[in-house]
């Protein structure tokens, strides 16, 4: 069972928008952040925003002003709101989740999840 499920990419013009979402299921005893990621053909997988449990947002420099991240925590859902779509957004992108569980026997372990990835093209 996948603790992270996607949906939301897509082929767009540049210019446009599109929100993508990444549902958690699951119980944990903390999450200390979640984010997205992605990875164009031959690059590094790079962060592009994320969200600390505290509320706070951290964004790379090329998505400032374009992109925002917030979060349903009753729907253990977070989200990505893009805008101004760029070419160079092309990518495959990946939430992420950071955090803390129990384990059966009743010890804490640090734990990182990703999702499956959503193609998002930008092309005209």
């Known amino acids: 069972q996948v603790r992270l499920v996607q949906s939301g990419g897509g082929l767009v013009q540049p210019g446009g928008s599109l929100r993508l979402s990444c549902a958690a299921s699951?119980?944990?005893?903390?999450?200390?952040?979640m984010g997205w990621y992605r990875q164009a053909p031959g690059k590094q997988r790079e962060l592009v925003a994320d969200i600390t449990g505290g509320g706070r947002t951290n964004y790379t420099d090329s998505v400032k002003g374009r992109f925002t991240i917030s979060r349903d925590n009753a729907k253990n859902t977070v989200y990505l709101q893009m805008n101004s779509l760029k070419p160079e957004d092309t990518a495959v992108y990946f939430c992420h989740e950071h955090g803390a569980y129990y384990s059966d026997y009743g010890d804490l372990h640090d734990f990182a999840s990703w999702g499956q990835g959503t193609q998002v093209t930008v092309s005209s």
């Open positions: 699951g119980s944990v005893f903390s999450v200390y952040a």
